[in-house]
């Protein structure tokens, strides 16, 4: 059962990045909300036990998703709780037989992520919308924290899957950087591909945090 969510899951994903790749618009709504959910059916029925706040995260992420179909401040607005909502829920899930921090470099990372999502806030701060730039900066920087707790888990227990898990955070953190250069940058082509390589860090993170727990 596992198998067949996931080559849905593959074949809605590749029809949803070269809809990307097009910059079509309608195609890339009608394929969108169907790509977390096919994932999130295909890590349920793995065989492996489940991560409850890790299904929640992916439930999470494909409100924000939704959310962020339409055009407008409210709605990316609530995309960006749901998305908020989904790090915190990733940081549960990291945390679970983990324990506390006791390293460093968690901390470190925190710091040196946290310092990067405000200078590209800063960076696009003429293009956001008015009283959206404090809850963008400090969303960006939650994603930063949630990359210390995956290297955290990553350093407590090794091994493949947290190696996956961890890669999976850094790609999530790259896929909203480029998101807010997509978004909010004069100069939108400066990310080429534009919504296909953010799609495209954004669903290969979420593969590889989900193959993680699996493992």
Do not use: Q
Not at 17 to 44: E, H, I, N, Q
Not at 61 to 87: E, M, N, Q, R
Not at 135 to 143: E, T
């Amino acid at each position: 059962m596992s198998l067949i969510f996931l080559i849905l899951f593959a074949a809605f994903s590749a029809a949803h990045l070269a809809f990307s790749l097009l910059d079509s618009r309608k195609g890339r709504a009608y394929t969108k909300p169907f790509l977390v959910p096919l994932l999130l059916l295909a890590y349920l029925f793995s065989g492996r036990p489940v991560s409850l706040p890790l299904a929640a995260a992916l439930a999470a992420c494909w409100l924000g998703d939704v959310l962020l179909i339409p055009k407008g401040k409210l709605t990316f607005a609530l995309g960006g709780i749901a998305f908020s909502a989904a790090h915190i829920l990733l940081i549960i899930a990291y945390l679970t037989g983990t324990g506390h921090i006791t390293s460093f470099l968690p901390v470190l990372e925190a710091a040196i992520l946290g310092g990067a999502a405000l200078t590209v806030t800063l960076s696009v701060k003429d293009g956001i919308p008015e009283g959206l730039f404090i809850p963008l900066g400090a969303y960006l920087i939650m994603n930063g924290v949630m990359n210390a707790f995956a290297l955290n888990r990553f350093l407590t227990l090794g091994g493949t899957g947290p190696l996956l898990v961890l890669i999976g955070a850094a790609l999530f953190y790259v896929s909203d950087c480029l998101l807010l250069f997509v978004r909010f940058h004069k100069n939108r082509s400066l990310i080429p591909g534009k919504h296909f390589s953010v799609m495209l860090g954004y669903l290969a993170a979420l593969s590889l945090i989900a193959a993680g727990f699996t493992l």
